[in-house]
């Protein structure tokens, strides 16, 4: 699934080709993508027709383009989706679901959604321009200029959930997705499962510099592939994966002391972890009261 630095570079490519464009009409190919939206596929290409795209916003994995009269076109790319910018004329890929054809600042160009597995969508957002309605409950993320480091610390240290449970809470902190949180748990020498009651001011720190620092690197390169879903709106793929040091290499050496990485399952995905440099947290003592003979 696409993770906070896949989104982002998604984000920046709407920001730099389609800002100031005029959506003049809306295609649904298929209903599914735009289930979410009260109004059906009718109503949803409707409020669409017509309005101006005046921005591109994101929070965790959610983005979102603000239109002219207060609403937004909100999106999530789910397993498989891509937003796609696409030169006006160009065939139709074999999953395109939704179409949104433009003028304005681009006319060469239109905005493909494009969608294999269908677990992503669009959605009109009403007065959702500058924050949808429908993702309040949503956590800053980490690389959000206004994520409150001091609240987090001391939210991660009243809980005695796994380290990794909590990187995942989008009520906590939101974007770290699975492979981020594998990647800076091993940066920061912690296993998942450790609580986080368990852990010092310091070492939450520590970690979340260690997400904002992976995911900043990912940024760098596009984003983390590993097959041809996960593109930019150009359709290129990110190559961060060749620099993944812990998720997806099981059984290969530790970069750091040689040891074969570990994987486990955990909550229906994986987990990969160093057993040397991520040690399995020891068990809290239970302390049993004696009863009076």
């Not at 949803?44 to 937004?72: H, I, S």
């Not at 260690?210 to 995911?215: F, G, K, L, S």
Request: with cysteine; net charge positive.
């Amino acid at each position: 699934m696409p993770e906070l630095p896949e989104v982002e570079v998604v984000r920046a490519g709407l920001a730099r080709h389609v800002l100031g464009s005029t959506v003049t009409r809306v295609d649904v190919l298929h209903p599914r993508p735009v289930r979410r939206d009260l109004h059906g596929p009718e109503g949803f290409a409707a409020a669409l027709t017509g309005r101006r795209l005046v921005d591109a916003r994101r929070r965790g994995k959610y983005l979102w383009l603000p239109l002219d009269n207060g609403d937004a076109l909100l999106g999530h790319l789910g397993m498989s989706g891509q937003l796609l910018v696409q030169p006006k004329g160009a065939p139709d890929g074999r999953h395109l679901r939704v179409r949104l054809v433009l003028s304005g600042a681009d006319e060469d160009r239109d905005i493909h959604f494009v969608d294999q597995r269908m677990f992503g969508g669009l959605s009109i957002s009403a007065g959702g321009a500058d924050l949808p309605p429908e993702i309040a409950h949503i956590a800053r993320d980490p690389l959000d200029p206004e994520f409150d480091d001091d609240l987090f610390v001391a939210r991660v240290r009243k809980r005695s959930s796994g380290v990794k449970r909590l990187l995942l809470d989008q009520g906590l902190i939101s974007g770290v997705g699975n492979i981020y949180a594998d990647e800076a748990l091993w940066r920061a020498r912690l296993h998942g499962e450790r609580p986080g009651d368990r852990l010092t001011g310091p070492q939450v720190r520590d970690l979340l510099a260690h997400a904002r620092e992976v995911m900043g690197e990912a940024l760098g390169q596009g984003g983390t592939s590993f097959d041809a879903l996960y593109v930019n709106v150009n359709g290129e793929s990110g190559y961060f994966d060749r620099s993944l040091h812990a998720y997806g290499r099981q059984d290969e050496p530790c970069d750091r002391c040689g040891t074969p990485i570990r994987r486990v399952a955990f909550m229906n995905r994986s987990s990969y972890f160093c057993p040397s440099c991520q040690p399995v947290p020891r068990r809290r003592r239970t302390t049993v009261a004696r009863v009076a003979e």
